[in-house]
């Protein structure tokens, strides 16, 4: 059966985790899958609807971003130099309160999904307000998502009434479960401290029904760790543990200040975590114990968080900053090695993603989600391992990108976002923001 693409003459490193490069490559793909990937003397016809040619070139599965807030590209540089209480309070609320709208949140996140896709990103798990618009802008662009509206127990952007927040995360479910292939709906509980136990408990209980994930920032500051102990003597992990929030299908984001117990319960019941760690620093929130977290057996995955509080959606400078991070705060050079770095940015968070059969691993029957990145460059001389990948590379080597069988970006171009046009509508809307 001729595919539909053939990647030629690449080398190829199909399990990022396993560190095995396979030299003078291809990879065939036919609708949304890989029908090979291997070495081309193993191939037998080289005929295709359209051929890539992969020399020079280094292919791989896409990076998976586990948590971002997509429409806040219209705050990156915003409010800088903040920590996270005045951060949130005083400049990002007020500025969301004002800002946040059906249109911006549609071409915000416009930018957010070229700025992914540019840099190697094929699944993002996103979670803000409005988020039907951040959805149909994440379908247009052709990339995988996620995509989780927000609850919170205060007036938010398009749901004024907080007593509606439950009613309208579900009006969301129903909008979107199903009618994409690359568009999963999920929940997106902000935190325990600004969701009452009546609101979890409603989050949970529609997630569980609904069979969708639920994400929710937990323990990422001291100050959180504080209102959550002091007045019910739990750690933010031990409360939501409590109230049988934890599962498979409760993704916990930050747990900066998550101790041993805190991991011994969050492996015990599979409920994984993302961490940020660029975000964490800039907010001087803190930094996750990975190798502690591992230790205990947690499924840990990579996320950028939103442009406000990192300023880059780079997966490959996230995966940088997390590997010298954890190398600093253990003095420990291998506390956590580049290839389980890698792992942890593709085939582990691939399965936190909860996409069905996807792996992040490019072998026949697997969803074609890859990215080829441009070795001829003086950072990449001489390539020994994907090593450098995590310490050399950035998001501005990726030149094409798959998903699900489509090319998205080709050459350095994106083909299904006018990024002039965006460009354009966002400076619009940060128009008004400076106003």
Known sequence: ????????????????GKNTLIPNACIAIREDSIMYAGPMAEYDDLEAKQTIDGRNMLTMPGLINL??????TLF????????????????????????VAAE???????????EMILSGTTTIADGYFYEHDVARAFADAGLR????????????????????????????????????????????????YTC??????????????????LFIHVAETEHEISMIREPLGH?????????DILDADTICVHCVWADGRDMEILAGQESPVVICPQSNLKLASGMANLPLMLEKGVRVGLGTDGCASNNSLDMFREMDICAKLQKLHTLDPVAVPADRILELATTQGALISGFTNHSAMLAPGNPADLIML?????????????????????????????????????????????????LSRVRTLATAVLE
């Open 374 to 422: 441009d070795l001829v460059q003086p950072h990449f001389s001489p390539f020994y391992t994907s090593d450098l990948l995590v310490y050399a590379a950035s998001g501005a080597d990726v030149r094409t990108v798959i998903i699900n069988g489509q090319i998205v970006l080709q050459n350095g171009k994106l083909l299904t976002i006018d990024l002039g046009e965006v």
């Open 145 to 192: 998502a996620v995509a989780a509206q927000g609850i919170i127990d205060f007036p938010a952007p398009g749901v004024p009434d907080p007593e509606k927040n439950i009613a309208a995360a579900s009006s969301f479910l129903d909008a979107w479960k199903g009618k994409n292939p690359l568009i999963k709906p999920a929940l997106f509980a902000h935190s325990p």
């Open 196 to 213: 009452s136990n009546t609101t979890l408990h409603k989050a949970k209980q529609l997630a569980r029904k609904q069979g969708v994930q």
């Open 104 to 114: 911006m949140a549609y071409w915000c996140s416009c930018l957010a999904a070229a």
């Open 76 to 99: 990156r540089g915003l409010a800088d130099d903040l920590e996270l209480a005045d951060w949130l309070t005083n400049h990002i609320f007020p500025a969301e309160a004002r800002h």
């Open 1 to 16: 059966m001729e595919p539909d693409i053939l990647i030629t003459d690449t080398l190829l490193l199909p399990d990022p």
């Open 67 to 72: 948590h971002g807030h997509a429409p806040m």
């Open 235 to 243: 750690t933010p992990v031990q409360h939501l543990h409590a109230l």
